[in-house]
Every structure is written in structure tokens, then in C-alpha cells.
């Protein structure tokens, strides 16, 4: 329980996410410049590295919805981000869309308190992901492309993660039972929100990675299938984790 709880108190900082969700923008676009102006050549080496950075980049966004504010810059960024996907849904003219929005950022009242809050001020980027202090903003340059092209081409285990997702989310569930016998049923609110952050994250995980074959489409179906009836779980983490399933174009029906 300690180590769960640990999680939700020690919550990364979402300016920090959203420093490297910046940096890793500003670097796929310079790749995306480099190919457009004829200096590099569209090589499955290339389009494998933009592919890391975009898949980086839409994990970023996901964390941001996933993870809760710790402090007044924290909601500046979320409200930033949320802000970007209402002017997005507005432009829509399906209809579901702007309901998932409204499901991942609230409703008009959350809306309204949000439309003048300042954006937040971000970090620098650490320019070597690999050598970032703790609270930096660890990020990925192009000069790291062979790093970011093994990353992708190594994958990920989706049995494993739905496996582990599973697990978490049933020990949420025992907590929830123990809860309504304390006299004191917050003393296990940081342990419930710690394990269900991380079930969560292994989900959107799961959602947001290319999927190689049909095997791993019916896994990525199943997470959205786990989701779809908790009802006591806080509807924006669900709602992101739809969203995610949307952002990724790879192999599954949306």
C-alpha cells in the first residue's frame, strides 16, 4: 500500500510533461522540414524515428490527462491542454467528438474557469534524455535516432500490460470494500488513486503502441472493453483512455 501511495504523493509534474511534449514537437517538425526541403530522404530509418517522436509526443498528451495537478502551474498546464482540445472539438462537426471532449475536460462550467487562465510557465527540455537530472524535463533530440528507432522497433508486451492493468484495477476494487468498513476511509484515497493511476497509464500504454498483428488488436480492444462499465473510477481517465485509442491509427477499428 506504502509503495501505491508513494506513487499518487510523488505524481510527476505535468510542466515538466509538457516541456517534453514541446521539445519533442519542435523536433518532429524540424525532421518533417529536413524531409520536406530535400536535405534528408524519407527512409523507413526516417519515418521510424517520426513515428517515436509523434508516439512520444500523444504519450505526453495522454499523461497530462491521466495525471492530477500538484500545484498552481500544474492546472495551468492542463488547463492549456484541455483549452487546445475544446478549439479542436468546436471545429468538428461529429458530434461524438465533442462529447468525448466534454467527458475528458469537463463541462462548460470547467470551460469558463479555464478560458483566461495563463499558460503555464515551462521548463528547458533537457537536451539528452538519457543524462536528465530528476525534475528535468528528460527529452529525446534527433541526434538520438538510432535510439528512438530501436525504441520503436522493440515494442512492447500487451499481454502483460492488460495483465498487470487487470491486477491493479481488482486491488483498487478490494480497497474500495476495505474503505466502506473504516471509520477513516480516506486513509486509503492516496493508495486507491496511486494504483488506479498506474493501471491507467498501462492502458493508454497499450492503446497509444502500433499493433503488430490481430492477437494484439483484440488485447487493445479488451482494454477499452475493461474500462468501459467502471463507472466509480473518475470519468476523464476513462475518457483518455478512449481519446488515446482514438489518436493511434494503428490496426484498431475506431
Known sequence: MRRFTAVWQDRPSLVVIRARARFHTDELDRLLGR????QIVASAEVLRCAKALALLIDSANVATL?????DDEDHRALANVRRALRAQASRSRDPAVRHQTERLCGGALVAMSEQNVRPPRLPQASPDG?????????AYPLALAPSLQLWIESGIDPGDLIAGA???LAQ???WRRVQRRLTDP??????IRGAMLLAYARLAQLVLWPALDADEVS??????????????DPEPLRAAIEWAAARS????ER
Not at 249 to 252: A, I, L, N, P, R
Open 166 to 168: 487487470r491486477a491493479l
Open 249 to 252: 491509427g494503428h490496426g484498431m
Open 172 to 174: 483498487v476494487e478490494l
Open 219 to 232: 488485447i487493445q480492444r479488451a482494454a477499452l472493453e475493461l474500462i468501459a462499465p467502471r463507472h466509480l
Open 130 to 138: 538519457l543524462v536528465a537530472q530528476p525534475g528535468e524535463a528528460a
Open 186 to 191: 480516506g486513509l486509503l484515497d492516496a493508495a
Open 35 to 38: 524531409v520536406r526541403e530535400g
Open 66 to 70: 491521466l495525471i492530477a495537478p500538484r
